[in-house]
DNA sequence: TAGTCTAACTTTGAAATTCAAAGTACTTTT
DNA sequence: AAAAGTACTTTGAATTTCAAAGTTAGACTA
């Protein structure tokens, strides 16, 4: 029991690096447009998490046009799965005598 | 699906936050040693997480004396147990699927 | 009775994080 | 030629977080 936070990932305590990471543990790929919608962000802001999720190599980028329009998008990397399914494990039990 | 995200609540996105407030949703009173121990905190940090939750009224105080020594208590309010338990279920919504 | 100890803080200052707002680059549409 | 769409980057300021040191008050100790 003694040290249950500090299994906790510090990449995973905000807001909105857990949605996206939520949602790209569900979606094999997500665009950056709805990401941006679904968790209601302005573009800077997401971008900035994003680029803080690459950065730990928790996410990869996949650039392409689809008709003449740019499309990014982005999937959880191996590594990311693992460290944020961690996260969750510690989150549980953490929470596990709610 | 738009807006789970900003239903958690900005009070426990801190991981010392979040482990105070799990171990008062469990334990009745706990005392402020334990949860130093308990959460591997010094003083200081542990005081000021205490006091922003105090702050909002999420937890209540308990000063006595046990023998000759001073003791002091905590255990989570109403309001704290609504707050935290809303914001479980929040996530957990937004981590139903993985 | 002067000094030390324990418990529970408070204060200070610096580092890290977060965010809004504005700017950029490239392309397509009008 | 101008406006709009996509996906960013930059800047600067506010907020948060933390370690370290200082404080308070009563208790015990020499």
């Known amino acids: 029991m ?3 936070i500090n299994k ?3 990449a995973f305590d905000n807001k909105v690096r ?4 939520s949602m790209l543990m569900v979606n ?12 209601d962000l302005t573009d800077g802001r997401l971008a900035s998490h994003i680029k803080s999720l690459e950065e ?3 996410i990869d980028v996949k650039k392409e046009f689809v008709g003449r329009k740019p499309l990014t998008s982005y999937s959880a990397t191996k590594k990311g799965r693992k460290a944020f399914s961690d996260h969750l494990d510690a989150l549980e039990e953490l929470l596990k005598n709610r």
């Open 2 to 4: 003694k040290k249950i």
């Open 8 to 10: 906790l990932n510090k």
């Open 18 to 21: 857990l949605g996206i990471m």
């Open 28 to 39: 094999d790929w997500v665009d950056f447009k709805t990401l941006k919608e679904m968790l």
């Open 56 to 58: 730990n190599e928790f």
